[in-house]
């Protein structure tokens, strides 16, 4: 659970939240960056759906 009511905790889980939120508008835009390159042929869809993951994946760690 992201957020709890002890005092000494909710501050670092709102810097967890801040992190999420930040990464996840990163993601969005790369998503799209992605899907644009790739619509362009510059980018094989392995290569893009590795590249969001990778992401995805470093989302998770900062917030463990």
């Given amino acids: 659970?992201?957020?709890r009511?002890?005092?000494?905790?909710l501050l670092i889980n709102k810097r967890?939240?801040?992190i999420?939120?930040?990464?996840?508008?990163y993601i969005i835009l790369l998503y799209i960056?992605?899907?644009t390159l790739?619509?362009?042929?510059?980018?094989s869809s392995q290569l893009a759906?590795?590249?969001?993951?990778?992401f995805?994946?470093?989302t998770v760690v900062m917030t463990n």
Avoid: T, W
């Fill in 33 to 35: 960056s992605l899907s």
């Fill in 1 to 3: 659970m992201l957020l």
């Fill in 5 to 9: 009511i002890i005092p000494g905790e």
């Fill in 20 to 25: 999420v939120l930040h990464n996840f508008c």
């Fill in 56 to 58: 995805h994946c470093f």
């Fill in 49 to 54: 759906k590795r590249c969001f993951l990778y």
């Fill in 38 to 43: 790739r619509n362009l042929f510059f980018f």
């Fill in 16 to 18: 967890c939240c801040v």
